[in-house]
């Protein structure tokens, strides 16, 4: 079959020490129905195995090529990065070593990229488990900026999933990459997912589950640290990049002292998400069990600091609320 009309796809697999999974998941992308694929995957510095058995990989397979960390990175976004800068194809996707597509997936989400003029296209997963059952499905659906912004601040998690594929022009004429913001390396997909729709991105949805996720003891959502202090990159950006309408629709902000108002609410809202996260709320079940109560104000200082850098900016606002931020500094000083 002539390759020279079907567009190459480049498929991204990041690796470290993922051996146990990762041959799955190669092995996903080399059989897929769609013929024209490029496979990188790039290794974050694996002591597992997993770099010698790309290299004898690579030498057999002219369609993988690897890319080779000499330090660990400590996430997933330089890998990313480094994809977007070496694809050769018109579209790519990115997807760590542990999941896998189904044998389609790339050849149906190329199909409704071609017949729109969308830079992104995503699907619903299956969740599964370290034996490929599937234990769950997650669904998806289209939302608007300003349903995804609502969502994220309220509940800090993504809306729609980033694991999809990508029309490479669009990062090209934008002149964009991966974002890291703050220095949060983890969970920064929904970072990114705002920040892509901010750029002009546009984006499609098969309702079908293409691509399978994994769920198991080592998943890096599972750190309890690394969640808070992801969640506090999360409501930075936004608070950053969004009028305040946007992510608190409920508050009248029709009022003079807005600027010194908004201070106070924000220092009331990590105030009172301290207080939630102390008392084991907001967070998932397996995680409230795997951690003393106790020990979670350790993790809580980027909390306490965002507050109290709020109060400080309110009392140099105005006086409107200098009584609510001076009582709210006192209940911050007792934590």
Known sequence: ???????????????????????????????????????????????????????????????????????????????????????????????????????????KLVKLLEETDNDYAYCNFSVIDDKNNTIAHWGYRLPTIEEMVYHVFTYCSGIIPMNGLYRRDFFLKNNIS???????????????????IMQG???????????????????????????????LSVYDFI?????EAVYLPDINWQQENREEMKSYILA???????????NLKGLPSHLRQSIPKEQIINYLEGFVKEGISYIHRGLGQGNSFREQLLELEEAYKKL
């Open 239 to 243: 608070i950053q990049n969004f009028d």
């Open 1 to 107: 079959m002539s390759l020279d009309n079907i567009p190459l796809v480049s498929i991204g697999i990041i690796n470290y020490n993922g051996m146990r999974f990762l041959r799955n998941c190669i092995d996903a992308y080399l059989k897929q129905s769609y013929p024209n694929i490029e496979i990188i995957i790039i290794d974050d510095c694996s002591s597992d195995g997993s770099i010698e058995y790309l290299k004898s990989l690579e030498k057999e397979n002219e369609r993988i090529r690897c890319i080779y960390h000499s330090i660990n990175s400590g996430g997933p976004s330089l890998a990313i990065q480094e994809l977007i800068d070496e694809a050769r194809g018109k579209y790519f996707q990115w997807l760590a070593c542990d999941d896998y597509p189904e044998p389609k997936a790339i050849e």
């Open 201 to 231: 991105m546009t984006y499609c949805m098969l309702k079908e589950s293409l691509i399978n996720y994994r769920i198991h003891s080592s998943n890096e959502s599972q750190n309890i640290a690394q969640r808070l202090r992801t969640s």
């Open 178 to 196: 991966w974002l890291i913001y703050r220095n949060n390396d983890h969970s920064s997909d929904t970072i990114n997912s705002l920040y892509f």
């Open 268 to 278: 009331q809202f990590y105030y009172n998400k301290i207080m939630d996260y102390l």
